[in-house]
């Protein structure tokens, strides 16, 4: 499965479970596995994709290739430098654009 999150751009057609706010990417992650998640850093609810970030690391719910996408400078590097910091070594980290 592949995950979606961001408050503004338009989610991918298909193939994709999308959530537009940390709770409903929350409540995603914590029910589901996916292979792929891409993630925008400000989500427009008082949280960032770096707390998503910091949700799976606690719970150990990793995607097997993470991308970032958020056009915010420093919170790519953070978002970054977090995932490589602290998610297992084999989890293939991008920051590619979705649009």
Request: proline share 5%.
């Amino acid at each position: 499965m592949k995950l979606f999150v961001d408050d503004r751009r338009t989610p991918p057609e298909k193939g994709f479970e999308c959530a537009e706010d940390y709770e409903g990417a929350v409540f995603l992650i914590r029910y589901m596995d996916f292979e792929f998640a891409t993630l925008d850093y400000d989500l427009g609810d008082g949280f960032t994709g770096l707390d998503i970030l910091k949700f799976m690391h606690e719970n150990q719910k990793y995607p097997r290739h993470l991308n970032i996408h958020s056009d915010h400078p420093e919170g790519r590097v953070l978002m970054r430098d977090f995932a490589k910091e602290n998610f297992p070594e084999d989890i293939r980290i991008t920051m590619n654009s979705v649009d």
